[in-house]
């Protein structure tokens, strides 16, 4: 490579002033490492300092035409060229690099300029220059200049990945050793009763962007493209007491040094006296009311920004997206409980409400985004639940198509069914709650019919909730298995009739949910249900506990170092779990607890026993399934 020069041109004065540097590419010995080198000169070329290395390559590879320039306002040197240190093992491919020294050429420091390293590692990719193919060339369009703090390179670099010599082009870069800015820009309100002042803090810069050390300087803060002043370093926040509250501002600061060259601003936008945004009220519960529904909620005490919130006005009642209630609240509640009830709404109803919190400052209201949905029914919750469905029903809701049928009843002529007419389908979740009724003496026995024609891989799942719809609990989990007198043919089937005794809720109001949630690739006819009663007969045991519904499955089976084993209750109850080997002796307790309808598991350590048929005992309420498990060692 050529070698490049340039001179030192700083103010009369400067101590670098007049230095030459001499910039080439090559090796400091026959077959040595190759390396970026200049040589200096502080007495007009009278002696020189040679070989100062100026790369970083730790491969030592190829490197190629460099070239500098002097900045004549500091006497920062800046060195480009091309390194192949990013291809170690190949040396084909190429990347710019960039080489600055702010101590006179005593110290440099590297940066790698291209985003890519381009590839030279085809005929295709150079230049021949001779008929017998001994002058290979590639190009030498480098150059850089350095003014102000600024450097701009300019190389010659391929369009593509692959260094094809016919699609080549020059390229630059704005590279700057300007100050960088303030960072963790953040604002605090203070509150002096009458006025609002804002604080707004940071942290002040170690470097500039070339990573050399600051000096001395100041943040300049600037609000809404108007200075408010410069601050000095290390003060690290500034109090603006001319603002209104409400109004929303925008702050940039950045960094100035003695010489006045500037970073670029960082930017914060602050909304004086806090955010205009309410955060929405939580913690809501609907509950029905014999004038209609009873709304509680927690009054939002914070901004959207997390400032506290001082100019909380009202609450917002929406059924969808059509608002139908508001209630004014005092900004003194911010924070607490409040309860209002909503005397407009159509009885005997459902409805699924949302709340929103509303803002007034300075004339204008801003409105918080969505609570969370509640479920409620407008009117007084029911004393009992006598539904055979064959006349007048009690209200429901649904988000699928349950509805009555003929096709299969226990009292003519109907009966409940998920998907009347046709089958259930698949990927189904298909809902229906029944209005909330009050468990009581009168009212304590939960039972219905069924006929569950719902295959073992779905299920019919009957849950409740005691907190008006926020969370429901599974109590019975139904498939064609839990019945005994199950027949493939809907005809022959009988009604299983079903019942639980619901006195630990006594004085609750809940809501009764059917749920039928089908699989992907099966379907079928579903769930019959008819003669659905909470009231005060006498509990029978008929089908209640029958347990054929409860679903065993063990895996792996056989098994090695352990056993899962995954069952599944058809309703609630107390469980032991335990394992026999082959001569009846216990050598497990697994599990002794109440559990609730639904999926269970639990992990059986098989590690330490010997190979053989081993048996798993599951016990509901007094009622025991035995499935085996086969030990393989």
Known sequence: SYPAMDVDRTAVGSPS??????????????????GVYMAKSTDKGVTWKKNIRV?????????????????????????????????????QGVDVYLSISRDAGITFKQFRITPETKYINGPEDVSQQDAEGSNIYWGDYTSVAALNGKIFPLFWLPTQSSGHYGSLDLFTALISSQPKPPVELSSKNIDNGSNINLEISWKDPIEDLLGGVLGDFQIEVVRD?????????????????????????????RTVLTSNETSV???????AGGALQPMPPTDVVAKPNANGITLEWINPSKAIDNTSLKDLKRID???????????????????????????????????????????????????????????????????????????????SFTDGEWGITSEKASTAPNSLNQSPGKDYGKGLNSNIIFAPVTVSESAKTFSFEAVAKVHVSDKFIVSISNDFGKTYKDII???????????????????????RDFSEYMGDTIYIKFTLASNTFREDKGVYIDNLNLDNRILSVDG????????????????????????????????????????GNKIADLLSDKQNAGPQSITFNTNNLSSGVYYCRITLNGHTKISPIVISK
């Open 17 to 34: 002033r007049g230095n030459v540097y001499i910039v080439q590419a090559g090796r400091e010995s026959e077959n040595g490492p190759y």
């Open 55 to 91: 790369d970083n390559n730790p491969s030592r590879n190829d490197m190629f035409f460099p070239a500098i320039s002097v900045d004549p306002s500091s006497g920062m040197i800046a060195i480009i060229y091309y390194s192949s240190q990013n291809d170690p093992t190949n040396n």
């Open 225 to 253: 493209g108007n200075s408010l002043g410069k601050v000095n370093k290390g003060i690290l926040k500034f109090v603006d007491n001319n603002v209104v509250s409400g109004q929303q501002y925008k702050y940039q600061l």
């Open 265 to 271: 601003f960082a930017e914060l936008i602050v909304n």
């Open 317 to 395: 009642v929406f059924n969808g997206n059509s608002k139908i209630a508001s209630f004014d609240v005092a900004s003194s509640n911010a924070g607490q409980k409040s309860v209002n009830t909503i005397t407009s709404l159509e009885k005997e109803k459902f409805y699924k409400l949302k709340l929103k919190a509303v803002g007034l400052r300075n004339n204008k209201e801003t409105a918080s985004e969505f609570s969370e949905e509640v479920f409620s029914f407008a009117g007084a919750p029911k004393a009992s639940i006598n539904e055979n469905f064959d006349g007048t029903r009690v209200p």
């Open 477 to 499: 989990w139904m498939t064609e298995q839990t019945s005994p007198d199950f027949q493939v043919d809907l005809a022959q089937t009988k009604f299983l009739y079903v019942n």
């Open 544 to 583: 209640s506990n029958d347990i054929s519904g409860l679903n065993v499955d063990i895996v792996p089976n056989p098994a090695i170092d352990f056993a899962k084993i995954n069952y599944i209750l058809p309703f609630n109850g107390n469980v032991e779990l335990s394992v026999f080997d082959g001569l």
